[in-house]
């Protein structure tokens, strides 16, 4: 089956640099790839996803891209702020409406 | 206020009992989900279900037992056959065929001791 793998667990940085977190899927069938923002003891909130057929999507402050030879995809958090500060997930999927697979996740901490 | 809404927040049930979380959704989603989390983890599959009176099996799914007889109603029972019960649990739905996108409620915390 689908295994995420999640880069780094942990990532600190100053107010107004850049963050990056990266994940690497196993299944070449999956086909969509979400990131999550979940701040404590609340639900994990969509941020930003990916289909298989772009390389790359803004919005904003942050970005994710995707390498689907290296099955490799990335979120980038620019002008990072403290509320900015959370646990963030990725996801891969390979069919609408089944499970998403999780990486374990990165603590971010944005500090001023 | 369209969303997901999870009931209770925080639950606490004495070993051997079972207990059942509530999950409802108003966003006419045909698709929902229950996941569980545990501390330094990532979200695992339990049951999902993308049609009313249907449900699959996720990776997790032994010691746990679901319904769907309502769109907007997917309740999770955590019976006394599951080991490790205590653990934080999310609901989510996403729209069904093609919507990839899931949606998550605001999730209960259970602890069972």
């Known amino acids: 089956g689908e295994n995420v793998e999640q880069h780094p667990s942990t990532l600190s940085v100053q107010e107004g640099d850049s963050a990056v977190i990266k994940c690497t899927y196993s299944d070449s069938a999956s086909n969509y790839f979400p990131w999550y923002k979940q701040e404590l003891g609340k639900g994990p909130q969509l941020i930003i996803d990916i289909r298989s057929n772009v390389g790359e999507k803004k919005d904003q402050r942050i970005a994710v891209t995707l390498n689907k030879t290296a099955k490799h995809f990335s979120l980038h958090i620019t002008e990072t702020q403290p509320e900015d500060s959370a646990v963030y997930f990725c996801a891969a999927s390979r069919q609408a409406g089944t499970a998403l697979i999780f990486g374990k996740g990165t603590t971010l901490s944005v500090s001023s | 206020d369209g969303g997901i809404t999870q009931s209770p927040k925080y639950l606490f049930r004495k070993e051997g009992q079972n207990v059942t979380l509530s999950c409802e959704q108003n966003l006419n989603h045909d698709a929902m989900y229950w996941y569980r989390q545990d501390p330094g983890q990532g979200l695992r599959l339990i049951y999902y279900s993308q049609i009313v009176n249907d449900f699959q099996k996720g990776d997790i799914a032994e010691g746990y037992s679901v319904s769907r007889e309502k769109k907007e109603s997917f309740p999770l029972t955590v019976t006394s056959a599951q080991k490790n019960p205590t653990a934080f649990y999310l609901c989510?739905?996403?729209?069904?065929?093609?919507?990839?996108?899931?949606?998550f409620g605001p999730g209960t915390r259970l602890t069972v001791t």
């Open positions: 989510a739905s996403s729209g069904y065929p093609g919507g990839y996108e899931q949606y």
